[in-house]
């Protein structure tokens, strides 16, 4: 007897299959194995694996920005987005790099994009401002999530440390200064302090144009 598998089912085994073998080891053919069919079967469903992948960057975020208090000031509201951006992210091995690049107009992005630029619009800013710094927010959380998945914990780190260290102390004094910072591992603190930075800059910016 045929089964009978829906899109939800192939964007669960292919998000199974990318916490076990990452983005690049995720295959639609690995999908089809997963599930017990054939992998001509998906294509009814999704006609290549990047449509696969604008499935699943479309299913990370369909939480973000759902819950945004009515009459939250726009800092507290950009500060939600991010943060629920970043967990979305960090929800599945690679997540951000399956994000990155997707270009989706699905409920769940256009509803993201709606309270970031809401609630900008409201605080006096003009929609261009508002609509590209949305975008910006993404992009903050995305490349930092990027590189905070991108962070390897088999100890590489520590030869390229060696190196680092050598040449800073030889040549690059304010680097060298810098030494305990490079190791820092602390990347809670690290995204509130430049999403910080990014909400200060938006603040002046509003102020200016008041």
């Known amino acids: 007897m045929r089964r ?14 990318l916490d076990e073998d990452g983005l690049d ?8 194995c997963s599930l017990c069919i054939r992998a001509p079967s998906l294509y009814w469903h999704f006609k290549s694996k990047q449509a696969l992948i604008d499935a699943m960057a479309d299913a990370m975020v369909s939480e973000v920005a759902v819950a945004i208090p009515a009459g939250q000031p726009w800092r507290q509201t ?3 987005i991010a943060r629920e951006f970043r967990q979305a ?3 599945h091995r690679d997540g951000a790099r ?3 690049g997707t270009f989706l107009a699905t409920e769940n992005v256009l509803r993201v994009g709606e309270a970031s630029i809401t609630a900008l619009v409201g605080a006096g800013a003009s929609i261009r401002f508002a609509a590209t710094t949305s975008m910006d927010l993404v992009y903050y ?10 962070w390897p914990g088999d100890g590489s780190m520590e030869a390229l440390g060696e190196a680092f ?8 004094p304010q680097c060298w200064a810098a030494r305990d910072t ?14 910080g930075l990014m909400l200060d800059g938006i603040e002046l910016h509003l102020s200016r144009n008041r």
Not at 182 to 195: I, K, V
């Open 98 to 100: 399956v994000y990155a």
């Open 89 to 91: 992210f960090k929800a």
């Open 4 to 17: 009978s598998i829906g899109r939800d089912n192939i964007v669960a085994a292919a998000f199974k299959i």
């Open 182 to 195: 490079w190791s820092e591992t602390d990347f809670d603190g690290r995204f509130e302090q430049g999403l």
């Open 141 to 150: 959380a995305m490349g930092f999530v990027i590189e905070e998945q991108a």
């Open 165 to 172: 260290m050598a040449l800073a102390e030889a040549r690059f």
């Open 25 to 32: 080891g995720l295959t639609l053919r690995k999908v089809a």
């Open 78 to 80: 950009l500060l939600q």
